[in-house]
């Protein structure tokens, strides 16, 4: 693969964004494929998850550079979403759920419109009527059909989403109840020795945690939840926690440049946009001295080197499962969309 001529990592994370539609853009209400090459893409599953990081990703761009362009194809996505979802806002899985509402609550912020913080308060509230109980200790389950089910890709946003409704409307059942799901997380996913983050709990109905999923959007939710509850509470040694877990990430799943394939279905391609948006986070708040922030800043700008290296000059292709090759014989948008995020961050890094 030939590295592109590009020169500066704002214009990369432009070439990007526009290659998820070059690549994968479908008629509406379609609106992406959900593979590349589109010519044999399987397009019947409705990925409303994906969709809601593609919102993320969108708004990303449209922070960096104030583009009303990258605004409304934030507010398409959002449409996309429930058009596609017979007009309604919810489903069955409530990690699903949160994601949405985490991307619709920052539209509600690049827009002031208060119909998007009126659907990120109804996702939030639906989430805990539906899937909030005590078994295993209180938390969120990870889908209605599951209840005793509990897992770190429900939770994480759930403490996310709860802080930063917090922040926007002062009321204190959103910190109240991000603060038990953070505290369950910790003292039932979390280890111990090195801050390594599980998947789940009793998915099977046996009290078994999920040891054999070792999955870097877990780790990525962990450090989010901990620096935004670092935020809400003024609590620093909370940035000790979530640095700890995003060091962690990358010395337990990544060869000190790239993480690994975690899979190969199509939702896993996402894993590791997730780590990179709350790695970012986490770096604004880590002081230049503190060696942690170096180690994961480090990572950040050798990955994407790595990515980059491995893009056609014309990106008349996506991006690789694993970073640093080529495309492999057929890719979901998920990889893309992590793509995005990361080139993102390292254009926040390096501008």
Known sequence: MTTTTTRTWADRADRIQDSIEQLYGAPWPQYLHNSWPVDGSDDTTFNYWWLAHLMDVRLDAHERTGSPERLEQARQVHRNIVERNAGSLFNDYFDDMLWFALATLRLHDATAERRYLDDAVALFDHCV???????????????????????????????????????????????????????????????????????????TGDGRIDTQWRFTYNQGLY??????????????????????????????????????????????????????????????????????????????????????AGLPAALDAPAANTWGGAADERVPYSTQLSAAMATELRARLDP
């Open 223 to 308: 450090v989010g939840a901990a620096v935004e509850l670092a935020s809400a509470l003024g609590d620093p040694a909370l940035d000790d926690v979530a640095a700890r877990t995003a060091v962690t990430a990358i010395t337990q799943l990544s060869d000190g440049v790239v993480f690994g394939q975690e899979g190969d279905g199509g939702d896993e391609g996402l894993f590791k946009g997730v780590w990179y948006r709350y790695a970012g986070l986490l770096l604004e708040r880590l002081p230049d001295s503190d060696a942690r922030r170096s180690t994961i800043a480090d990572f950040v700008r050798a990955s994407t080197d790595a990515l980059w």
């Open 129 to 203: 009527e539906h899937g909030w109980n005590d078994a295993g200790g209180a938390s969120l389950a990870w889908r209605k059909q599951q209840l005793a089910y509990k897992n770190t890709p429900a939770n994480g946003p759930l403490v996310i989403l709860g802080a930063r409704l917090h922040a926007r409307t002062g009321e204190p059942r959103y910190l109240d109840l991000a603060r038990q799901s953070f505290d369950w997380l910790t003292r039932t996913l979390v280890h111990d020795e090195d801050g390594f983050v599980e998947d789940g709990i009793n998915r």
